[in-house]
Each structure stands twice: as structure tokens, then as C-alpha cells.
């Protein structure tokens, strides 16, 4: 059974960075597409970054192009966001995904992803 597990959130100044972190369990994630998502309230859920486990093209949504960095380390099983120059407008709900289908691409839709963390609170302080 897959799990993902996000960690590293919590309060900072706005200026100020944080990486979080989303291991992964539970089979091989060749091939899976790796996001991250982020809600905040009474917004929809968006996308912020993805990375292909295999081949490692990611994709940033415009906002956080420049500030936001996505990894993965296929020794621990597991996915990062650095975020760098946090602003208020970052604060939300991050989430980890996985989606199985992926192939060579990395997906932005969250309708696609298959597997979901608990979600993790960023709160950036202005």
C-alpha cells in the first residue's frame, strides 16, 4: 500500500525558507510523477511543482519559478521542496502526490494523481 508521508512545514517570516519533505512507501515509484499541491482557504488545490522519478523533468507553476526548488532522492525513497523567499501568499496546506501513469511526463492536473499525503501547514508571516 502506498504512503506518503509530508514533513517539514511550519511558521516563518516572510524572506524566509523551509523544505519539506514527502517519503514514500509501499512499491517502486519508477515512472510515477511526483507533485506537489497546495490548498489554502477557500481556494481551489494548485499545483506548485512535479518531477518525473525517473528521468527528473519537473515543471513550476509561475508563481514560485526562481524561489521554489524540486528533488527527489531515489536512495530514501523520497521527494523535496525547498522553498526559498517565502511570501504570505505561500501560506496553504502543502500536499505530496503521486501519480502512477505518468510515463516520461510529469502532470499537473491533481485530478490525475492517484495518491495523496495527510497535507502539511506553511505559514508565512508578513
Keep these: ?3 506518503l508521508v509530508e514533513s517539514g512545514g511550519g511558521l516563518v517570516q516572510a524572506g524566509g525558507s523551509l523544505r519539506l519533505s514527502c517519503a514514500a512507501s ?3 515509484f519508477s515512472w510515477f510523477a511526483m507533485g506537489w499541491f497546495r490548498q489554502a482557504p477557500e481556494k481551489v488545490r494548485e499545483i506548485v511543482a512535479a518531477i518525473n522519478w525517473s528521468n527528473g523533468h519537473t515543471y513550476y507553476t509561475d508563481s514560485v519559478k526562481g524561489r521554489f526548488t524540486i ?3 531515489n536512495a530514501k525513497n523520497t521527494v523535496y521542496l525547498q522553498m526559498n523567499s517565502l511570501k504570505a501568499e505561500d501560506t496553504a496546506v502543502y500536499y505530496c502526490a503521486a501519480d502512477r501513469t505518468a510515463g516520461w511526463g510529469v502532470t499537473t492536473n491533481h485530478l490525475e494523481y492517484d495518491y495523496w499525503g495527510q ?3 506553511v ?3 508578513s
Design 1 to 3: 500500500q502506498v504512503q
Design 26 to 28: 509501499g512499491r517502486t
Design 71 to 73: 528533488s527527489r532522492d
Design 119 to 121: 497535507g502539511i501547514q
Design 123 to 125: 505559514t508565512v508571516s
